[in-house]
């Protein structure tokens, strides 16, 4: 370590000293609030399977391709809405998109099996267009080699999204960017026979 001989190197020295405090501070305060927000996490669930197990074939392309089951608790006070995205990280084509609902109200606490494929739900919400080319649920299938990963990814928002029926997962994310103020996820694998 260089010795600083003259007064004015020795205020420089201590004027870096003391910004690199202020920087470590400050990155623990961050880290308090990255931790005071992760306490906020929702928690997703089903009846059908838990986290990390494997879908049952009832609600996959192979069975009767309905949707499954699914509870959650923890959403924040200021929720104006819930949004829901099922897909498939493992898709040979990239992240593969099987599910989108969007502005359903922060007062549902589930959903039960098999969500109609309409556009518009009973008691409120839309469903957006899935990589199937179709609205609502398409169930797991993938190609006939190793297991898939399926994220049932839930959001709560401050504000209801001002998109129509049948929006595309690109829609619904880029108009969730600055609205997410909670989150949470269900993962269920499915490997076909």
Known sequence: MAVCREGSDFRFFHLILSLALLVTACSHSHSSLK???????????????????????????????????????????????LALICEDPDAPSGVFVHWILFNLSPTVAELSEGVPTSEALEGGGKQGRNDFKRTGYGGPCPPRHGPHHYFFRLYALDTELRLDAGATKQEVTRAMEGHVLAAGHLMGTYKRK
């Open 35 to 81: 931790e005071e927000k992760m306490a906020m996490e929702m928690k997703v669930f089903s009846n059908a399977f838990l986290e990390g197990e494997a879908i049952p074939v009832k609600y996959t392309c192979d069975g009767q391709e309905v949707s499954p089951p699914l509870r959650w608790h923890n959403v924040p006070q200021g929720a104006r809405s």
